[in-house]
């Protein structure tokens, strides 16, 4: 939903602090990392930085549950870093979730009591964003010098694949090959054997399997891996004499020997390697071989910029950024002739209905605001295909048109808001997200729909003629004396629409 998906959960008590403070939270399946910088035109000063060793991934059962103890573990760990966000604007905060945040069966529960230990809302991201989003802290590090580039991610949970040129990615993939997902598959009770280390190498070549052949075809010039495992790796191969931080495939088989010499890794005492990664480092060797044959990739440099860097980047692209959406949505507009008048009416009503609830809500009226005026805009769009499903296709067109200025999933949001606007609320489309950020989609779902009936027989309105108080998830409406019955249909659509919220969870209260 924002910059991904956008923050659609907000505190609006954020205190007077220095705006230009801005922090992204990455919440990894081993590691946590918190980055705080300060913008200064177009550019980032890192001005601190946290990392601790969660482990998350191993906390995970067959079914996919996160047990007590690693819950525990990244409580206590996130109530630290909330001390780091006390002098950071709420709206200058995001916090993501990868992917064992992504794969839990109990993120219901676990969830809430993650963002109140942080104090701000998590986004829980798909593994194509988080790819998206590595892209764009890589390449902004490593300026404008024309490349085209793979880049490679090996996480705890999942490795992120991507390839483009210059600043623009082009392919984006993520597969299940972790550190600490392998660790725990070969590696669990410590033995570094050449039998565990083939069979995880094996693993990852397996996962590779459905689109190497497609990727070998990638014309890249460079390879960049980022975060833990590849880092360990190239300063491993430096401080053993092995190459200058090159990563290659004979550098990387001379490292395996040394582990395996070792025996165990809680033995595994090699020059560079940091105490918090000898548990998984075997793992992160293993998979990387795979990766390079798989692949076919001769060598590899590395980069300290990764994920929480594409954040802050992205976070800072939203705040400059308002302007450049706003252009899209009125390009789109434009080009599908809608009926901008029409549309500016019930973005107006739509706007002073989340007036009237932002408090009762807790909406961060700003995005929200922005958010509902796209959806009015846009939300004949599919008018152009047909009359009967033209919310289903002006949907369509948003999710796949190119929209300057809005990530994927923001335009999936705003697709949903589009949907949602008539008939019934499109709750399939919401699956992926928290329970709590599905829920604001809804609301603003609803103060857009009451807006269309409001404007159904498109004549002008000199004010707006409802006013709405919000108490949960009950809504009582209320028109100005005489008006309903002026206005038949909108009765009607009202009446319709009680029973339709109640589907999604609404109490509508025609006053």
């Known amino acids: 939903m924002s910059s991904t998906e956008p ?56 079914h996919y549950f996160l047990n007590a103890d690693a819950q525990q573990r990244a409580l206590d760990c996130l109530q630290r870093i909330s001390q780091l966000m006390s002098q950071v604007p709420n709206e200058n905060i995001r916090a993501v979730g990868t992917n064992t945040l992504r794969r839990i069966s109990n993120s219901e529960t676990f969830l809430p009591q993650a963002e109140a230990a942080l104090g701000t809302p998590i986004d829980i991201i798909s593994g194509h964003e988080e790819a998206r989003l590595i892209w764009l802290g890589v390449t902004k590090s490593l300026g404008d010098a024309p490349s085209k580039r793979l880049i490679l991610d090996i996480g705890g949970g999942s490795t992120e694949f991507i390839y483009g040129e210059d600043h623009t990615p082009h392919e984006l993939a993520s597969l299940q090959i972790g550190c600490v997902r392998l660790t725990e ?42 975060s833990g495992s590849a880092q360990a790796i190239s300063l491993v191969l430096k401080e053993n004499g092995l190459s200058d931080g090159t990563i290659t495939y004979s550098g990387m088989r001379e490292v395996r020997k040394l582990c395996i010499q070792c025996g ?13 990664r000898e548990k998984v480092f075997a793992a992160g060797l293993a998979a990387m071989m795979g990766i390079f044959k798989a692949l076919k990739i001769e060598s590899m440099r590395t980069t300290e910029t990764a994920l929480r860097e594409g954040v802050l980047y992205d976070l800072m692209g939203d705040r400059q950024g308002r302007e450049l959406r706003h252009e899209s949505v009125r390009a789109l507009a434009k080009r599908h002739r809608l009926d901008s008048r029409h549309a500016r009416r019930i973005s107006k009503t739509a706007r002073a209905l989340l007036a009237q609830v932002a408090n009762s809500w807790k909406l961060n009226t700003e995005i929200h605001m ?26 369509y067109i948003v999710d796949h048109s190119n929209m300057p200025g809005f990530s994927r999933q923001e335009q999936h949001t705003l697709g949903t808001l589009i949907q949602a606007h008539r008939k019934r609320i499109p709750l399939e489309r919401l699956e992926h997200l928290t329970e709590k950020q599905g829920a604001v989609i809804i609301k603003l779902a609803i103060l857009l729909r009451l807006a269309v009936y409001v404007h159904r027989d498109r004549a002008p309105k000199r004010e707006t003629p409802i006013r709405i108080k919000a108490k949960g998830r009950q809504l009582t409406v209320t028109f100005k004396r005489g008006w309903l019955n002026r206005h038949p249909l909108t009765r009607a659509d ?14 509508l209260i025609i006053d």
């Not at 980055?35 to 059962?61: F, M, P, W």
């Not at 165990?264 to 918090?276: C, E, F, I, R």
Request: net charge positive.
């Open 370 to 395: 922005a958010y509902l005026h796209w959806a009015a805009r846009l939300h004949e769009l599919g008018l152009g295909i047909g009359f009967r499903s033209y919310h289903r296709h002006g949907a």
């Open 494 to 507: 009202l009446e319709q629409e009680a029973a339709r919220l109640t589907e999604a969870g609404f109490n």
């Open 7 to 62: 923050k659609l959960t907000a505190n609006n008590d954020t205190p007077e602090t220095d705006s230009q403070l801005v922090a992204a939270i990455d919440l990894g399946s081993n590691s946590f990392h918190t980055v705080v910088a300060r913008c200064q035109g177009n550019q980032l000063d890192i001005v601190d930085r946290h990392k601790e060793t969660v482990r998350l991934a191993a906390g995970i059962d067959e």
């Open 185 to 226: 598959k070969y590696f669990a009770n410590g033995d570094l054997t050449s039998k565990a280390f083939k069979a995880a190498r094996q693993d990852a070549m397996h996962e590779l399997a459905p689109i190497q052949r497609r990727w070998r075809k990638f014309p890249w010039q460079t390879v960049i891996g980022t």
């Open 264 to 276: 165990n890794s809680q033995k595994l005492k090699l020059a560079g390697l940091s105490a918090d």
